[in-house]
């Protein structure tokens, strides 16, 4: 079983990780909230323990409900164990009405903690074991505090459930795959893998006949079709199936098509909608980069920090993310600064 402390005292990670190995378990650690998320992106996990408080002097839980609000809004199911002080049962109560399984409270024995997971997490849904199941079961969730991208999670929260065609538009490398990961895993259909079809590719088509009826498909490019192939294409949509599609011009998708594949539009906003993101995820993409690469996760200085603000990043987050691995591979010492980054300078933003 995969379990995500997320917890500031690093005794207790220690502590916990030793008696999880013990018990069989994996055990992956977040530092606060943000780390936490990061981690969540990349994997799901079995079950989540979160501690409610992190900033120094905070005894209100109010860090920790707020990550625990987020995470059952991005999966109902999550299976999220909260721990909490002695004087914390007003806390856990709070949390427990808001979606956690379980609570704990300090100090704790860690067999008895070990049992609270292993009971709250058999009561989620197992995950199946088939490769479209695997496809379908990747972690969906949106990273991001800025208003632009709550907006868009938002959206995704109330269409998703719905079976109403949707059409991400926005930048190419903003996150539009992701978005539309997101809509189908908020979807009632999200236990079968989206069927991907880049509408570009003549025998990409073929998988138009391969979904079961209730599928959900992802389509690439509808709006690069001309009016001959997209009635053809409208012709060939299954009426009890949802489509999702990415388009550059949604404009150019025919009314008739549109009313199938685009009755709702979620635009995905650029990096320059949503500055104040940039250091989030830059440091997500650190993570896996560095993951991937096994070394530790990289420090950034003061004047790469202070470039995520002031530059164009081309290719939007994807662009950022491949700066960042490049970074990381060439840098030493842990460390990126601002001359391993090589992004466009954006006019008229210095020194704001």
Same mark, same amino acid.
């Given at each position: 079983?995969s ?7 690093? $005794? ?9 190995d013990?018990a069989?378990?994996r055990?992956?650690v ?20 979160l501690?409610l408080?992190?900033?120094a002097?905070?005894?209100d ?23 909490? %002080? ?7 109560v ?16 860690n ?7 292993e009971?709250?997490?058999?009561r989620?849904?197992? #995950?199946?074991?088939t490769? *479209?199941?695997?496809?379908?079961? *990747?972690?969906a ?6 208003? %632009? ?7 995704v ?6 079976m ?12 539009r ?10 979807s ?17 088509w ?5 979904g ?11 709006d690069?079709?001309?009016?001959? %192939? ?5 012709d ?15 404009r ?26 940039i ?12 993951? $991937? ?16 603000? #002031?530059?164009?990043?081309p ?7 491949a ?10 010492d ?11 300078p ?7």
């Amino acid at each position: 079983m995969s379990i995500l402390l997320v917890d500031d005292n690093p $005794r207790i990670a220690e502590s916990l990780a030793i008696a999880i190995d013990l018990a069989g378990h994996r055990l992956d650690v977040a530092s606060g909230p943000e780390e936490g998320f990061s981690l969540l992106a990349a994997q799901r996990y079995d079950a989540i323990l979160l501690d409610l408080n992190y900033a120094a002097g905070r005894t209100d839980g109010a860090e920790g409900l707020a990550m625990l609000e987020r995470l059952l809004a991005d999966d109902p199911g999550a299976c999220i164990i909260v721990i909490t %002080a002695h004087s914390g049962i007003k806390l856990a109560v709070a949390a427990m009405q808001a979606g956690a399984r379980d609570f704990v409270m300090k100090p704790w024995r860690n067999a008895e903690l070990i049992a609270k997971i292993e009971v709250a997490a058999r009561r989620r849904p197992v #995950h199946p074991t088939t490769p *479209e199941a695997a496809m379908a079961a *990747e972690p969906a969730r949106l990273l991001g505090e800025s208003d %632009a991208i709550e907006r868009v999670r938002s959206l995704v929260r109330r269409i998703g459930p719905t079976m109403a065609g949707v059409v991400v538009t926005g930048p190419s490398g903003a996150g539009r795959g992701l978005i539309a990961a997101a809509i189908h895993a908020a979807s009632t259909g999200s236990a079968r893998a989206m069927v991907r079809i880049d509408l570009r590719d003549p025998l990409a088509w073929d998988r138009l006949d391969q979904g079961t009826p209730g599928a959900t498909f992802l389509l690439r490019h509808p709006d690069r079709l001309d009016e001959v %192939a997209q009635a053809r294409l409208l012709d060939r949509l299954g009426p009890e199936d949802r489509f999702i599609a990415i388009a550059d011009t949604p404009r150019a998708i025919s009314p008739a098509l549109a009313r199938r594949i685009a009755m709702v539009e979620i635009a995905a906003p650029a990096l320059v909608e949503r500055p104040a993101d940039i250091p989030l995820l830059a440091r997500h993409f650190a993570r896996i980069a560095a993951q $991937r690469h096994g070394r530790p996760p990289p420090r950034f200085t003061p004047a790469a920090e202070a470039l995520f603000a #002031h530059a164009l990043w081309p290719d939007e987050a994807r662009g950022l993310a491949a700066a960042i691995e490049r970074a990381l591979l060439l840098g030493e010492d842990g460390v990126i600064d601002a001359a391993l980054l090589t992004p466009a300078p954006v006019a008229g933003m210095a020194g704001t």
